[in-house]
Antibody, heavy 119, light 106 residues
Framework: EVQLVESGGALVQPGGSLRLSCVAS????????MAWVRQAPGKGLEWVAN????????NYVDSVKGRFTISRDKAKNSLSLQMNSLRAEDTAVYYC????????????WGQGTLVTVSS | IQLTQSPSSLSASVGDRVTITCRAS??????LAWYQQKPGKAPKLLIY???TLQSGVPPRFSGSRSGTDFTLTISSLQPEDIATYYC?????????FGPGTKVDIK
């Protein structure tokens, strides 16, 4: 069974930093692109960033460029999202998701982790 | 690439045929997916490359494409289909989602 388990969500002040993690089943991690998708309370889905299988390609939505960094650790089957200079509008549930290759949908999702940016 | 969905919400009876439309602001080829999301849960992939049914998804769900217009059809609405449905384009970065269509039972 494929599993994606996120962690790291918390309450953080504006301007602060947070690091999210997602641990994936090995067979999925080695062969899939990995992504972060977020959902603000009561709102729709927003794709945030993705990274290819070997970490050589990373893409970001404009609103997080220069503030967020996506990375992956093959040894730990782990995906991370380093979030700096957090803003109130970054408040959301953050989901880890996978897709087998470009152009295809995200076939596996984690349960989500809540990030709240507030003073 | 902007995606618009219509309607934003709908109410239908069990057994009804339900159609949701997603229009892309420019060509996305067939790189479009549909998701179902129930309250408090992660999204679930239903359809990818516009019309391919994801493994394990009931065949009452189907997708089609006509140019930059995409359609998700539920052939016979079931109580467990109550959810919000999102389209997503994966043709060009940034990947974008439509605003969602909320489906409930009349």
């Amino acid at each position: 069974e494929v599993q994606l388990v996120e962690s790291g969500g918390a309450l953080v002040q504006p301007g602060g930093s947070l690091r999210l993690s997602c641990v994936a089943s090995e067979f999925i991690f080695d062969s899939h692109w990995m992504a972060w998708v977020r959902q603000a309370p009561g709102k729709g889905l927003e794709w945030v960033a993705n990274i290819n299988e070997d970490g050589t390609e990373r893409n970001y939505v404009d609103s997080v460029k220069g503030r967020f960094t996506i990375s992956r650790d093959k040894a730990k089957n782990s995906l991370s999202l380093q979030m700096n200079s957090l803003r109130a509008e970054d408040t959301a549930v953050y989901y880890c998701a996978t897709k087998p290759r470009p152009g295809l949908g995200h076939d596996y999702w984690g349960q989500g982790t809540l990030v709240t940016v507030s003073s | 690439i902007q995606l618009t969905q219509s309607p934003s919400s709908l109410s239908a009876s069990v057994g009804d045929r339900v159609t949701i439309t997603c229009r892309a602001s420019q060509d996305v080829s067939s790189s479009l997916a549909w998701y179902q999301q129930k309250p408090g849960k992660a999204p679930k992939l239903l359809i990818y490359v516009a019309s391919t049914l994801q493994s394990g998804v009931p065949p009452r769900f189907s997708g089609s494409r006509s140019g930059t217009d995409f359609t998700l059809t539920i052939s016979s609405l079931q109580p467990e289909d109550i959810a919000t449905y999102y389209c997503q384009q994966l043709h060009m970065y940034p990947i974008t989602f439509g605003p969602g269509t909320k489906v409930d039972i009349k």
